[in-house]
């Protein structure tokens, strides 16, 4: 494994390859644990995690016991656990409550990277970086309970923004061949539209090249996501600008989230995926579907996920579709 270090979070080194939470979510204690001592086996020791989910903080913080001077932890502000659910909020108290449960759950008295959850758009950046956010996360960091602020962006412009401000030291982007070629927007649902990629395209956009060139001159550390576009960079029928159809791809974010019903939209664009690339439901598939709490034939078709989604999902008749293929 290769290292790299932040020099603006105590030249702590990492590694170039780090782990998502979305892979842990509704293990059990014993798999979480199986699974993350084996990305240490690899040399894996940097874990980010957007999700507030309580199960996920508690499996955690049980793998890394007695060991957590052995892991960098990437921890996100504004992600909070209401009614069972993922929410981004930017109310304070709430921010507040569910950064004191994420340090208690994992059982530790800070966090490497407190990571300011997903700023996309201009009013939002404001109302972070002029506001109650900004000042608890330099508090935080005066405190000692996060080791550096990060912000995570699609958004090339929104993110100088913020880099700008001399108050980030990580930040976590979408990066890749494709996305690099898109100018700025606030809404990230353009990184996946078709029509982004029908005009030619011409080297790198010039406000992602300089939010590059910026991050190197002011040591902010930048960690990637969306590498592969979800996948669909890695398939030989989409590797090609005219034929990406990133836009309406479930990326099994969560950001979709809450549901007004409860369901777990995510998992259930997982499985009905894993149904339909098979062609059948495989038995496996199927348990894991009726142990979810909600099932897509209680979607009520309000569209709430659907307006909260970065990736212009039609969530409704994936509902739909998954009900027929599992039967409820």
Same mark, same amino acid.
């Given at each position: 494994?290769?290292?790299?270090?932040?020099?603006?979070?105590?030249? @702590?080194?990492?590694?170039?390859?780090?782990?998502?939470?979305?892979?842990?979510?509704?293990?059990?204690?014993?798999?979480?644990?199986?699974?993350?001592?084996?990305?240490?086996?690899?040399?894996?020791?940097? @874990? %980010?995690?957007?999700?507030?989910?309580?199960?996920?903080?508690?499996?955690?913080? !049980? =793998?890394?016991? +007695?060991?957590?001077?052995? @892991?960098? $932890?990437?921890?996100?502000?504004?992600?909070?656990?209401?009614?069972?659910?993922? /929410?981004?909020?930017?109310?304070?108290?709430?921010?507040?409550?569910?950064?004191?449960?994420? /340090?208690?759950?994992?059982?530790?008295?800070?966090?490497?990277?407190?990571?300011?959850?997903?700023?996309?758009?201009?009013?939002?950046?404001?109302?972070?970086?002029?506001?109650?956010?900004?000042?608890?996360?330099?508090? $935080?960091? !005066?405190?000692?309970?996060? *080791?550096?602020? +990060?912000?995570?962006?699609?958004?090339?412009?929104? =993110?100088?923004? !913020?880099?700008?401000?001399?108050?980030?030291?990580?930040?976590?982007?979408?990066?890749?061949?494709?996305?690099?070629?898109?100018?700025?927007?606030?809404?990230?649902?353009?990184?996946?539209?078709?029509?982004?990629?029908?005009?030619?395209?011409?080297?790198?956009?010039?406000?992602?090249?300089?939010?590059?060139? $910026?991050?190197?001159?002011?040591?902010?550390?930048? %960690?990637?996501?969306? &590498?592969?576009?979800? +996948?669909?960079?890695?398939?030989?029928?989409?590797? *090609?600008?005219?034929?990406?159809?990133?836009?309406?791809?479930?990326?099994?974010?969560?950001?979709?989230?809450?549901?007004?019903?409860?369901?777990?939209? =995510?998992?259930?664009?997982?499985?009905?995926? /894993?149904?339909?690339?098979?062609?059948?439901?495989?038995?496996?598939? &199927? %348990?894991?579907?009726? $142990?979810?709490?909600?099932?897509?034939?209680?979607?009520?078709?309000?569209?709430?996920?659907?307006?909260?989604?970065?990736?212009?999902?039609?969530?409704?008749?994936?509902?739909?579709? =998954?009900?027929?293929?599992?039967?409820?």
């Amino acid at each position: 494994m290769k290292y790299r270090t932040i020099r603006r979070c105590n030249n @702590i080194k990492v590694s170039e390859v780090a782990l998502g939470c979305e892979g842990f979510l509704g293990k059990s204690a014993e798999e979480f644990k199986a699974m993350l001592d084996r990305a240490m086996e690899l040399g894996i020791n940097f @874990i %980010d995690m957007y999700t507030s989910n309580p199960d996920f903080r508690n499996h955690l913080g !049980a =793998a890394i016991a +007695g060991r957590r001077e052995k @892991i960098v $932890l990437q921890g996100h502000i504004c992600s909070v656990w209401e009614n069972g659910q993922y /929410l981004r909020t930017r109310n304070l108290e709430k921010t507040k409550a569910a950064f004191e449960d994420q /340090l208690k759950r994992i059982g530790t008295d800070f966090i490497d990277i407190g990571m300011i959850h997903y700023v996309d758009s201009e009013s939002d950046f404001e109302e972070v970086f002029h506001g109650e956010i900004i000042e608890y996360c330099r508090q $935080l960091k !005066a405190e000692g309970k996060i *080791h550096a602020i +990060g912000l995570s962006s699609h958004n090339p412009i929104v =993110a100088r923004k !913020a880099v700008e401000t001399g108050f980030v030291d990580v930040l976590m982007f979408s990066v890749n061949a494709a996305y690099d070629m898109q100018p700025a927007s606030e809404d990230c649902n353009d990184l996946w539209a078709p029509e982004s990629y029908k005009n030619q395209l011409e080297g790198m956009n010039p406000d992602r090249k300089a939010l590059y060139e $910026l991050c190197e001159r002011e040591n902010v550390a930048i %960690d990637v996501m969306k &590498a592969f576009g979800g +996948g669909d960079m890695l398939k030989a029928e989409l590797s *090609h600008m005219d034929k990406f159809k990133f836009h309406g791809n479930c990326m099994y974010c969560g950001h979709c989230a809450p549901c007004t019903v409860g369901i777990n939209v =995510a998992d259930i664009n997982k499985y009905l995926n /894993l149904a339909l690339a098979r062609g059948e439901v495989p038995e496996t598939v &199927a %348990d894991h579907y009726k $142990l979810l709490e909600h099932h897509a034939s209680e979607c009520v078709a309000c569209r709430k996920c659907e307006e909260n989604c970065p990736f212009g999902v039609a969530v409704v008749e994936r509902m739909e579709k =998954a009900a027929q293929v599992f039967g409820y």
